[in-house]
């Protein structure tokens, strides 16, 4: 969840009270000395399915939440970098691999959390550092060795059980959906 501001980006004044401005549709943080406009967005969450010779790259957590559960390397976007950059540089910093991307794979709304996440798929380019301090352990997995009774989220779960059924069916989809919702939909 996003933190309240408690002073103004603008003017630095903590005089800030919530109101909606003309013609918005939302309430929003206001600055009643410069007037400024305190805006609260989703953010987004970049990331990696990687893969290499039928195995995926899972990360086991050294952070809370969901510590010691296995997780797809992703995290925040920084600004001035594009997605693709993001969840490249997310997998480098948190599993020591270096991957290149094939194709978008999944969306999903976080909305409890503000948060959008964009999955890509990869592929391993090398295995080149340890794993980042975010990270107690990084490991490819074949299908029947995946952890799924340890895995941190029902969305990892169900990114794994879509790329493992298409794998069979020799698919790639794009799939959207969110995480609330436990599902994920087949773009056509
Ligand atoms: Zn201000």
Do not use: K
Not at 106 to 114: E, L
């Amino acid at each position: 969840m996003n933190s309240s501001p408690r002073f103004c980006c603008q003017c630095g004044s903590a005089e800030l009270r919530r109101g909606r401005p003309a013609g918005d549709s939302h309430e929003r943080l206001l600055c009643t000395a410069c007037g400024h406009v305190l805006y609260d967005n989703p953010r987004v969450i970049a990331g990696c399915l990687v893969e290499h010779q039928g195995r995926y790259l899972l990360c086991r957590r050294a952070i809370e939440p969901r510590l010691g559960y296995w997780t797809l390397p992703a995290g925040f976007m920084e600004n001035g970098e594009s997605a693709e950059q993001a969840a490249l540089r997310e997998t480098w910093e948190e599993s020591g691999v270096r991957a290149r991307i094939l194709a978008p794979y999944s969306i999903f709304n976080a909305t409890t959390v503000n948060q959008v996440y964009l999955i890509f798929r990869a592929e391993l380019i090398e295995i080149a550092a340890d794993a980042g301090v975010e990270t107690l352990e990084r490991r490819f997995f074949a299908p029947d060795e995946l952890p799924w009774a340890e895995l941190a989220y029902p969305s990892i779960q169900q990114i794994l059980e879509r790329r493992l059924h298409e794998q069979a069916q020799g698919q790639h989809g794009l799939y959207f959906g969110t995480a609330e919702a436990g599902q994920l939909h087949p773009l056509g």
